[in-house]
């Protein structure tokens, strides 16, 4: 059974107004129709679009001029699937027709700290290859990912790292089978995300330890999902 919980009145607000954006082709940097205008082509009252406006100016979909109007920043999306799938971001992105792409990448060599070491089933001190990326879907913030593997995975593939990391693990005969993940919202800042501008975002975060079909545990993650991009569905069963 999916599981749903009932949208809010500015979430409702927020996905008329988006779907408004589409079917008029907008594009970042163009105006927004005003307040008065937006009231009565949705139907909401005033202080109810106010809420709405300003919660999609926090998580850096609109801004606003000071005497000039509000203006679209980016382009929201909804990716939709269930925290069940095991898929990357990159065939996430792909699976409603957006082009995926790493805005930014930074790749560091670490030494495994103790609680790396266990999640990982390595030695304190081992090395360790951390990946750090900023994931985008039509150039609108999808997730911040952070991904530590075992240097030895990391070069077996010969250090090359494309889009996903699944297809990585791929090139070196490891398929992904299963994790253990742990979930809970967050705020991220520019500080946390400079790409975020001068706004912040209502992020998901996944902690998990990926498996290869072996049982071994080849990265550990902290991936955090845009929440307004992605929508997770959940499947829970009685045991």
């Given at each position: 059974m999916?599981?749903?919980v009932e949208r809010s009145m500015s979430d409702k607000i927020q996905e008329s107004l988006t779907s408004m954006i589409r079917e008029r082709a907008l594009k970042p940097g163009d105006q927004i129709p005003t307040e008065i205008e937006l009231c009565e082509l949705l139907g909401v009252g005033r202080s109810s679009l106010r809420e709405a406006v300003a919660q999609m100016i926090s998580h850096g979909l609109l801004s606003r001029v000071?005497?000039?109007g509000t203006f679209i920043r980016q382009i929201s999306l909804k990716l939709e699937g269930g925290l069940d799938d095991l898929m990357s971001v990159t065939d996430m992105?792909?699976?409603?027709?957006?082009v995926p792409t790493t805005c930014r990448l930074r790749i560091d060599q670490i030494k495994?700290?103790?609680?790396?070491?266990?999640?990982l089933r390595l030695g304190v001190g081992a090395d360790c290859v951390r990946i750090e990326r900023v994931r985008c879907?039509?150039?609108?913030?999808?997730a911040y990912c952070i991904d530590t593997v075992p240097k030895h995975v990391f070069d077996a593939a010969n250090g090359e790292l494309?889009?996903?990391l699944f297809a990585m693990f791929a090139r070196t005969g490891r398929r992904l089978s299963h994790t253990h993940t742990s979930i809970q919202p967050t705020i991220l800042t520019p500080r946390d995300l400079p790409e975020l501008g001068d706004g912040f975002g209502l992020f998901l975060l996944l902690d998990e330890v990926d498996f290869d079909q072996s049982g071994e545990p080849i990265c550990y993650s902290n991936d955090y999902y845009n929440t307004s991009i992605?929508?997770?569905d959940l499947v829970r069963k009685k045991r």
């Open positions: 999916r599981l749903s000071q005497g000039r992105i792909r699976s409603v027709g957006a495994a700290s103790e609680n790396l070491a266990a999640k879907a039509d150039d609108a913030i999808a494309g889009e996903s992605f929508k997770f």
